[in-house]
C-alpha cells in the first residue's frame, strides 16, 4: 500500500521502512528479547517484532558487484543460489547481457 500512495518513493526504502516499523529488534535480554540461538544464526525482528529477518551469505547470495567484478563465489568454488543484478548503465538489456556472459541466463538453442 505504501508504494500506491506514494509512487515517487524508491521501492527498496519502502521495503526497508516497513520492516523497521516498531523498530529493528536485536536484544538479547529484556521485553523485547530475541533467543540466542537466532542471535547465533544472524536472525532478528522486525515489523513489529512479527517478521524475522536474516542476512543470508554474500558468496551464496550475490549481488552484481559481488558476482561479476569481485567474482567471490568464483573465487571460493562455490556455486550461488542467486545472482541479483544490482545497478547497470545500459538498464535490463544489459543485465541481460551480463547474465548472458556468465551462462547464468537461460536462452532458447535459436539465440545460438
Known sequence: RMCEEHPDLWDQNLFKDVFKIGRLRFETSGADAIPQAEVDKRLFRGYNGTVTIGILPVATFCGGHTYFVQRMPQRRG???????????????????????????????????
Open 78 to 112: 562455490v556455486v550461488p543460489y542467486s545472482v541479483h543484478t544490482t545497478f547497470q548503465y545500459s538498464g535490463a538489456v544489459g543485465k541481460t547481457h551480463r547474465l548472458r556472459e556468465a551462462m547464468l541466463w537461460a536462452d532458447d538453442a535459436a539465440y545460438f
